[in-house]
């Protein structure tokens, strides 16, 4: 039958379907043309070879689909396996029509296969610029490398944290409000002395605490979690073993993007060797200001009671009449006098050291010069009997300090200088008044007399009665003076020496104190 005499389209498709799979109008390819056994069978074994490959690819692409939930184009890997089973599919059919020659069905499967493809071609074209952005593989061999150097260095950054929180008795802990449960670092464990997987709530915690300390960590908690606060407390816990110890709890909020806390973590540290001593010192401190209370309080006592009584002794040696005395008993008598009025010396010197003590008197700012002037007016004879010679070098010219001190310190240096000159040379005496590399203000004295041997006398030098050379006028009370005075007013004094080569005397002062 000629093409013209088919019919119209309409007829074509319809008798198209309704002979889908009629084998009528055609003959096996077996019997179309000449097919020599090799030729056939050739034709027919690599169309079921292509078609069982065309079949298996698909089941592994489906398998990798299944399992691999992440892969970024499932649709597309479906559309290959449609597009595979299809082209497996005509290669099939080719290789049956060798027995049933069912051309149409082999049309309609090829026209499907068309559409598959041209679909797949439009999905691959559509995904084709994110298919470029993935990582190849060798960028995700660097990122694993990468990753493993920084997980490295982590694992080592985290054992030195951890030695270092095992050494220093510090661990850290994270609190989540939603969960109501802990987190631990394994230093923690160390401290409650149990494992620290064992503390997951609030309540857990809190029976490591005595009772006190339970309301202060619970109300620690609220706060953090409703008003966002910090906080720092020192607590003490109770180890399941029943051992007692001093800790370090404090945490900080951590605030989500919204503002609101979402964990609450901090440090817990072992204090309580520290927190021991400080309770120790503290008690110990306590202590030795009650005794000094108690001694203060006895040497006032025994400093007017003695007054009182060697006032008396001296009122009532006035009283006897020496003329009615026999000599024996008038020596003897001159004796209690003496001894009377060195016990009232010796009381008066004592008074005077402790109101020092007892007493910081006010700073005020004075000339040094015109306080020089005042002392070397008084000491004008002495000065003028043993021909001294004062050289005064004032860079500064102010000081604060009270002025009662600082006269008498004045006092005592130059006196101290007239009287422990050598025997063959005049008072050679210099007073320099500057400020130091640090802006303290600093009086040194020099002289050129005999000088003290600080091998020997260097502790005592500032002591109580304490004399190095023999003079009429020394008591040894000028120098524990100008210690106490200087000191009162938070200075320092330094002595320098040597024997025969004069002496240094350098005072700093402290002005804010």
Known sequence: MSRSSQGGLPEQSQEFFNGIFSTAEWPARWYCGYWSDFHGWLYIVSDILIWAAYFLIPVFLVRFVLRRKDFP??????????????????????????????????????????IVSLTTVYCLFKIFPNVLLLRSVADLQREIDERTIVEEKLAESEFLLTAAGNVGKLGGWEYDPATGQFRWTATCGNIFETDEAD??????????????????????????????QAWDHELQLVTPAGTRKWVRFSATPLLNAAGQVSKVGGIIMDIDRYKTLEIDLVRSIDQMAQKNNQL???THILSHNLRNH?????????????????????????????????????????????KIRDNQLEGEKLDIREVTDQVLSVLDESLHKSQAHIDLEFEEKEIVFPHIYLESILMNLISNGIK??????????????????????????????????????AEKIFGLYKTFHKHEDAH???LFLIKNQIEAQGGSIQVFSKVDAGITFKITFNENA
């Open 73 to 114: 184009f499932p649709k597309t890997i479906w559309l290959f396996v449609a597009f595979i089973l299809f082209c497996g599919a005509t290669h099939l059919i080719d290789a049956l029509i060798f027995w049933l020659p069912i051309y149409r069905f082999s049309a309609l499967v090829r026209f499907g296969t068309a």
């Open 310 to 354: 060697s006032s008396n002794i001296a009122l009532l040696s006035e009283f006897v009449d020496e003329t009615t005395l026999t000599k024996d008993n008038e020596e003897l008598f001159q004796k209690i006098k003496t001894v009377a009025k060195h016990l009232n010396g010796t009381l008066d010197d004592l008074s005077q050291v402790i």
């Open 420 to 457: 422990y000159k050598k025997d063959d040379q005049h008072p050679m005496i210099k007073l320099h008044f500057y400020r130091n590399k640090v802006g303290l203000k600093v009086l040194e004295y020099c002289d050129k007399g005999r000088g003290i041997d600080l091998s020997l006398h």
């Open 476 to 478: 040894g009370v000028g």
């Open 296 to 298: 203060h309080s006895f």
């Open 199 to 228: 503390v997951h709530s609030e309540t857990d915690l809190l029976k490591l605490f005595p009772e006190p300390y339970q309301l202060i960590i619970r109300a620690a908690l609220r706060e953090s979690i409703q008003f966002g």
